[in-house]
């Protein structure tokens, strides 16, 4: 169903159901008020029969001729005794039915109906001077009463199906008024969808501030598309230069092997340790697009946990400098420091930055932490051949390598640093990094909210 539709529906409805209850509200109120009026006036008006029939008895007036100087215009007086017979009875019309309500000693009013006639009725006790009790009762015919009812039920059917109409058609207009704009936009971006490119909605001053926003959304979301496209031709397009290099090389010494490698060993040897060299780089770089291709879905699997950073930094310390063949000096004080991070990540980000550190200077590897206010600070520094100022801002894309000749005799991919801020993102640390060429380079981890424990094993 379209949203207009819905709109139109939606408000035609509740519009309906309000004049409803409106116009039921004031029918049964109008009723009401009517009736009480009628069965007010009539009650006075039967106290004072009741006195004068009491001094008419008094006096011994006839009973018949009080209340036939007091007969209403419309309706019929009767006198019940005790026994509920009907004593005495006048009436203005004898079409009306010999009926009446049972003896009640009290004093009520009701509406009552006989043959389809309605009346309004006063009941009222009488005693005369010997103790007997009759029941006086009063009735007036309020068919005129009922047959204005009829009318003003009929004025309110007939204006609430016409408010309704009005409403409805107001509704439609109002709605299209409001939706046409929306429309506009929808066609716009179908036509965006229709083209090859990016286009961008414009945003009219005239536009509504929701419709700005739509539009303004709308274009956000076509520039980060663009910009996502972007990263993944370049990213297909530098892994495909990256794989063509050693494929190019194992292809070239195939075709060798296959002229020379029966007849000459030094062929043989060269072919066989050259595609060896490049096959490991080639599943070093597979092994790194798969990382980057967990670390940037790593939202998902993480797992935060409260972890000892400085054990952390000493662990890899252990681990790696066998490895590395040279010492990783860790200062972080006597206090162990905590951090929120998940762990696998955490020390695969890590491993990353000693990696580089290791990869691009031939000295030691210091790391530092500490805390910071309410921060955690970890700094991986070497002193190695350093990174350009202009480059600074480009070594976390894909690919991006400082020095290309250099990469390629470490055995470098582009993709360390890049996997590196995709980690860091997941796990909320703010990387940061300064370098000087020929003085070294310092990569920062800063986390939100550390704690310090003395001698505390967790």
């Known amino acids: 169903m379209k949203l207009g539709t819905k709109i139109q529906l939606y408000i035609t409805v509740m519009t309906a159901i309000v004049v409803i209850l409106i116009n039921t509200f004031v029918y049964f109120s109008y009723k009401n008020f009517s009736l ?27 009973r018949r001729a009080v209340l036939q100087s007091h007969l209403l215009s419309n309706g019929f007086i009767t006198l019940v005794s005790e026994t509920g017979e009907q004593e005495l009875r006048i009436t203005t019309s004898a ?25 309004v009725m006063v009941s009222l006790p009488i005693i005369w001077e010997n103790g007997e009790v009759y029941n006086l009762q009063i009735y007036e015919n309020i068919e005129f009463i009922y047959d204005t009812f009829n009318i003003l039920q009929w004025i309110l059917i007939i204006s609430t199906g016409i408010i309704i109409i009005v409403i409805y058609l107001l509704n439609r207009l109002i709605t299209n ?44 979301m076509m520039m980060d598309l663009k910009k996502n496209d972007e990263h993944q031709q370049a990213f297909i397009m530098n892994a495909s230069h990256e794989l063509k290099t050693p494929i190019t090389v194992i292809d070239s010494y195939s075709q060798m092997l296959k002229r020379f490698g029966k007849t000459r060993e030094d062929i043989l040897e060269e072919s066989i340790d050259t595609i060896s060299d490049e096959a490991k780089r080639m599943k070093y770089l597979t092994e790194q697009l798969l990382s980057f291709s967990k670390a940037a879905q790593a939202r998902e699997n993480i797992r935060p946990e409260r972890l000892n950073i400085k054990r952390m930094a000493e662990g890899l310390q252990a681990r790696l400098e066998p490895v590395y063949k040279r010492e990783i000096h860790v200062n972080a004080g006597d206090a162990d420091i905590f951090v929120e991070a998940d762990p696998d990540s955490l020390d695969q980000l890590l491993k990353i930055f000693l990696d ?36 600074l801002d480009k070594i976390f894309d894909r690919f991006y390598r400082v020095d290309k000749a250099r990469a390629r005799k470490t055995g470098g991919s582009g993709l360390g640093l890049s996997i590196a801020d995709e980690l860091a993102k997941v796990n909320g640390i703010t990387l940061g990094v300064e370098s000087r060429l020929g003085a070294g380079t310092t990569f920062t981890l800063r986390f939100n909210g550390g704690e310090e424990r003395e001698d505390e094993r967790r």
């Open 177 to 220: 008024t409001i939706i046409q704009p929306i429309n506009r936009l929808i066609g716009k971006m179908k036509e965006t969808d229709d083209t090859s490119g990016y286009t961008m909605l414009e945003v009219s001053d005239g536009d509504t501030k929701e419709l700005k926003d739509l539009s303004e959304s709308f274009n956000e």
């Open 36 to 62: 009480d009026a009628e069965m007010n006036q009539l009650e006075g008006r039967g106290i004072n029969i009741m006195q004068e029939l009491q001094n008419a008895e008094e006096n011994g007036i006839n």
């Open 95 to 119: 079409s009306y039915s010999e009926s009446f309500e049972p003896y009640n000693s009290g004093q009520y009013t009701d509406v009552v109906t006989y043959h389809d006639t309605h009346f």
């Open 356 to 391: 580089n550190a290791y990869k691009y200077s031939s000295g030691d590897i210091t790391i530092d932490i500490e805390k910071s206010g309410g921060e955690v600070l970890v700094s991986i520094m070497d002193k190695g051949i350093g990174i350009p100022e202009e480059d």
